[in-house]
């Protein structure tokens, strides 16, 4: 199985761009889904398939992938999208999804 | 609206067992799986297992199995989470979520609420 790697934290100005990676060996065969969890609430899905944005997710956040890196940009910060995100994949080979230990993003 | 609305907060002695419920609503219920995934205290989360409602199929990772049990009522399109043996280190927020199958790939939406269950003596 994979391991998922994410940045613990990032802080970013009001306006400004936050970029969240997720690393992984072979994560450019897979497809990778990002979800945000606000405090003391559930996780939400806001990206499917690398890049795909469910219905009522601003278009403010968007996913991509290169190499064995994948990433959500959220542009034009705003202190309501403070909240951990979390990066997910599928691994075929223990048929079980795989985690990365999640980024606290903080809108100064 | 697909709604997925768990059972209230618990609290139980170690080696106790604790049973969780998963009352989804708004799609077929037999269509999709189930899965459970938790979190711990200020951690991240943590994938337990799957269920096929309309089967009773279930995979648990490896962490727990022979300690959880994935059940289901499809009279009532509500999915179960029975853990077993519980020790302090199981206290966590537990989620069930509903599986997508697309594209050769499988992601999470939506999530229930979540459930506190504590383990204290």
């Known amino acids: 199985s994979s391991v998922l790697t994410q940045p613990p934290s990032l802080s970013v100005a009001p306006g400004q761009t936050a970029t969240i990676t997720c690393e992984g060996p072979n994560i450019g065969s897979k497809s990778v889904h990002w979800y945000q969890q606000k405090p003391g609430q559930a996780p939400i899905l806001v990206v499917s398939a690398d890049s795909d944005r469910p219905s009522g997710i601003p278009e403010r956040l968007s996913g991509s992938k290169s190499g064995n890196t994948a990433t959500l940009t959220i542009s034009r910060v705003e202190a309501g999208d403070e909240a951990d995100f979390h990066c997910?994949?599928?691994?075929?080979?223990?048929?079980?999804?795989?985690f990365g230990g999640g980024t606290k993003l903080t809108v100064l | 609206q697909v709604n997925l609305v768990q059972s209230g907060a618990e609290v139980k002695k170690p080696g106790a067992s604790v049973k969780v419920s998963c009352k989804t609503s708004?799609?077929?219920?037999?269509?999709?799986?189930i899965n459970w995934v938790r979190q711990a205290p200020g951690q991240g989360l943590e994938w337990m297992g799957w269920?096929?409602?309309?089967?009773?199929?279930?995979g648990y990772g490896q962490k727990f199995q022979g300690r959880v049990t994935l059940t289901r009522d499809t009279a009532i399109s509500t999915a179960y989470m029975e853990l077993r043996s519980l020790r302090f280190e199981d206290t966590a927020i537990y989620y069930c979520?509903?599986?997508?199958?697309?594209?050769?790939?499988?992601?999470?939406?939506?999530w229930g609420q979540g459930t506190l269950v504590t383990v204290s003596s």
């Open positions: 269920m096929n409602p309309a089967t009773g199929d279930s």
């Open positions: 997910q994949v599928w691994d075929r080979s223990s048929d079980h999804p795989i």
């Open positions: 708004g799609y077929s219920f037999t269509g999709d799986d």
């Open positions: 979520a509903r599986g997508v199958a697309a594209a050769g790939t499988d992601w999470f939406d939506p």
